[in-house]
Structures are given as structure tokens and as C-alpha cells.
């Protein structure tokens, strides 16, 4: 922990010299706007870091029980991106043996002393809510129609690690930085000692949580980004399960790219640069193999979106045994409102000067061989 309060601060000028070499990325006729941005998101990060740091430091002092809090059978919702893991996230989230992650909770306060201070501001805004909601929808109003962003919402939990730049988010930023990229084929490009201290730093937060929570609970984590995290996981959390979600990438590669666009339109030209294109797909194709080579894992359950469209009260009878769940009528009202839903976020693969036969064929060794087999 000592090692990741030291990245707190290493990572303020870190991430300003990324930025900075970033922001002609795009072309120097982005860089009026990349600048001023970039400058703004750098002194937040800053703000957010330093306060990051001594919430953990006052954790130790008043909260260091934390420590010995163990962490039982967590299950952690993996997969492809835009395949329905937020969706099972909000769902499962409503058995009560489960506590996850909300946005407020893992972008703004990872230590104890944070929740609590963030929990006494809350109350004390409590008359402003309805201002505060209409600035959000405002500013998110985009966003929501491809993933709604609400700070009470469960949410990824990679949230967590931007202090210590182990958020794959930051590879937008800095599309030319091999460091942010390799966050997205984890076990196998990350050097070793980054990667003990994103694991080390993400179990000890963990911890906090259920501390917080009560360490009864069983932690409930959704993170797409964290299927190249898979062999990590399965070490460091032995009694863990893993929910993986899937979709065809034909689907899934102009839902991706797509998604990203609210956030590219702020930075810059709102299209991803060629190379930055092209890391995405191999690390979406990353993704497919590391499903594939896992499928046989006892410990690791796989699940299409079509079924979780289609099949939902059958997908929930599956998961009962393999997560301990309730009676499946807990879930009825969400069940219910799932019936007929269809998303408003439209796209097609000609936007970014991709065809069908491209993607068919990039992804032909690992699609439809890590098609879903548990269900």
C-alpha cells in the first residue's frame, strides 16, 4: 500500500507529460481544444489524487481494521464490450447478499474517510438534488442513450485505478502511449511489477468497500476491460466467480467505436486516430481468445446478450446455483422491465470504414469458437 500512495504522487507529472505529447494526437487543428481540456483534466486529477492520498493515509490510522477484512466469493461480470454487462451488473445488484461499486464510490472516494466525507456532503446537498439533476442530464444527455451514467449507479470498478493510471479510459486520451494500451492485454503485456501494484492496490480498495459495507457481503464487479485480467483474477481471489458476457463481433466492434464518441467529440475530432482504431480491434480480439481459452474453466460461466434478451429467467436459473442466488423473484420487476427493450443507440460498421467481411474475417479464429458454451 506504502508503494501505492508513492504512485499517487508520481502520477500527477506522469500523466502531465502524457498529456501534453498527446495533444497534437489528433491533428494540430484539435489542439485549441485538446489543450485547455486536457489542462482541466489534469488539475481535477491532481485534486482527486491528492485527496486520494490522504483518505488512504487517514484509512490507516482510523480505519485500519480494514485490513483484516477477507474478501469471500466475489464475482466479477467480465466479457466483451457493449454484450450486456451492465445490464447484469444493475441486475444482480438488486440480491442483497451482493454490494458494487457506484460511479460516486469509484471515481471519488476509494478510501473509507472519502465515503464517509462524500456521504456528509451528500446529505448537506440534499436541497440543490434537483439542480444537480438537471446539470447531469444536460451534460450527459448523449451519453445516456448508449450508457447511462448516474453518480448512484453501479458502475466499473477501473474507476479505481486512474489515480495509479491503470484505467484503460486513459488510452483515449493518449492514443499514442503503449503504457495505457497494454492495460488492455493485462497478464500478458503489463510488466510484472505494475502489475503486483494494480492488484495490490485494486484488493486492498476492495477490502475498504467491505469494510464500509460490511464484510458480510459478497463484492459484485463488472469490468469488460478486466477480461484481460482473467488468469490475475482466478490467482489472487481463489474462491471467485466469473460471468462472462459475449456477442458476435460484427455487433460488437460499431457498438464499441460508436460509444466512444460522445467522449472523442469532447477531446478532439470524435473519431478514433487509425492506430488507436486498430488497438482496439486486437484487443477486442485479445478478449475473444482469452474466453475461448478458458471455457472449459469450472469457475467461469459464458453468456450471449441474445440470451440475456431472450432467456432471461432461464439465464437466472443457471446462475442460481453456480452464485448462490435467491429465489429468481427477486429479480421479477427487472425481469419484467426487460421484456421488449430496445436500445436507442443506433450504428453501423461503414461509420469508421470497416464491412462486415473485415471484421468476419479478422476475428474468423476466435468467433464463433468462443461462442458461449455454459449456458
Known sequence: MVFALLQHLIAIPSLAVHLLLSVPAEGWRHSWKRLPLFLLLWVMFSLLN???????????????????????????ILGIPRSGTTFLQRLLSHDKQFTTFTTWEALLAPSVTEKYLFLVLGRILTPMGKILLSIRKRLFKRMDR???????????????????????????????????????????????????????????????????????????SKNPSFTSWTDSLLNSFPDAKLIVCTRPPSEVVPSQFSSLRPMMNLIGSGKLIGSAQKHMIDMLHHYYEIIQKHQQNHRLKTLSMESLRNQLETILESLQPFLSLPSIEVFAEEISRSHGYQSNHQYNLAEFSLSENDVNEKFSDVWPQSLTRHE
Open 146 to 220: 448508449i450508457h447511462q451514467i448516474r453518480l448512484q449507479e453501479p458502475e466499473e470498478d477501473f474507476l479505481l485505478l486512474l489515480p495509479l493510471e491503470g484505467c484503460l479510459l486513459q488510452a483515449f486520451l493518449c492514443p499514442t502511449m503503449t503504457r495505457f494500451w497494454q492495460l488492455g492485454s493485462f497478464d500478458r503485456d503489463v510488466p510484472e511489477m505494475r502489475r503486483r501494484a494494480l492488484l495490490s492496490f485494486y484488493t486492498h480498495c476492495i477490502k475498504k468497500h467491505l469494510h464500509f459495507h460490511g464484510a458480510n457481503r459478497r463484492l459484485l
Open 50 to 76: 491528492l485527496l486520494h492520498l490522504f483518505g488512504h493515509i487517514l484509512d490507516e490510522i482510523l480505519f485500519f481494521g480494514y485490513r483484516k477484512k477477507t474478501i469471500c466469493e466475489p464475482v466479477f
